[in-house]
């Protein structure tokens, strides 16, 4: 008989720690924890053999309520943290958790280059489209029209569409779902943790106390009813999916990982090194 989700979710908490959390009521946030810790629990990955990194924002505080090895970093350089940890110490399953203001403002160029590289980290950008944490201010993927503390007359810039922007700088894995799909979510999250490489699964979520408030969506569930009609899974895009979300993934290919070639690196430099002593 399966076990209900709380009894999955429980053994991994720092729950003598660490709680209540620190997050408005209904924010998205908990539903990616729940998504990840149930895709880790299903790949079978110890709390000793996994490292969780994370930056700045709302969902930086992620790594902060459970029971692997955790950093809480500066802000935009939890990508940095975490590729000097994989290197040191390529056999650990490495996650790193960012905010699309996190990973894509300040972090943006750390997102490209570990991208290019294709080191082998899992990485969750929970998208809510603002900065909620300090105070509801326009980030990299907040949508071209909508309201903001800093657009109170309206948002004019292009959004960056962070899956394709994560596949055009070489990512093997590119997945996105919505905290309203928990359980595609989930499942997308699963198949990340097994790819080799870099393998990034964007989430979009709910502000509902910033981003939802300035645009007519203040509740939790009218931001959820917004994911849910507004996205369309990649199969139906062509003919239902002009203009909405894509959920899927979005890409899978295999690409030679960063730390395995970094060995190989080692081993012709130890070659060399032993050639010249003869």
């Known amino acids: 008989m399966k076990q209900p989700m709380f009894q999955t979710i ?31 629990d299903r ?19 992620l790594p902060v309520y459970v029971d692997f090895n955790t950093l809480h970093t500066t802000h935009g350089r939890a990508l940095g943290f975490a590729t000097g940890l994989k290197m040191a110490r390529p056999e650990m399953k490495v996650i790193v958790i960012m905010g699309d203001g996190d990973a894509l403002g300040i972090g943006g160029n750390h997102f490209i280059h570990a991208a290019r590289r294709n080191i082998g980290l899992t990485v969750i950008i929970v998208n809510n489209l603002i900065y909620g944490m300090t105070g509801g201010q326009y980030s990299p993927a907040t949508p071209t029209d909508s309201f903001a503390t800093t657009a109170p007359y309206g948002h004019i810039e292009q959004t960056f569409d962070i ?40 989430a979009i979520s709910n502000c509902h106390t910033c981003y939802g408030r300035q645009n007519g969506m203040s ?21 239902k999916g002009e203009g909405k979300i894509t959920r899927g ?23 060399a090194g032993a050639e010249g002593l003869r």
């Open 163 to 202: 899956a394709r922007l994560a596949e055009a700088a070489g990512a093997p894995f590119v997945a996105r779902s919505t905290v309203f799909h928990v359980f595609e979510l989930e499942k997308l999250m699963e198949k990340a943790l097994t790819k080799k490489g870099f393998a990034v699964v964007e």
């Open 10 to 40: 429980y053994p991994y908490l720092r729950t003598n720690k660490k709680f209540p959390n620190v997050w408005c009521p209904g924010c998205g946030n908990g539903i990616v924890l729940g998504s990840l810790i149930r895709a880790i």
């Open 249 to 271: 993934i979005l890409v899978d290919r295999d690409l030679p990982e960063y730390t395995e070639l970094y060995d190989q690196v080692i081993e012709r430099a130890r070659a």
């Open 43 to 61: 790949v079978g990955l110890s709390k000793d053999e996994t490292a969780m990194i994370s930056g700045i924002g709302c969902s930086g505080r």
């Open 219 to 239: 509740t939790p569930v009218s931001m959820l009813k917004w994911m849910r009609e507004n996205s369309v899974p990649i199969s139906a895009k062509d003919s």
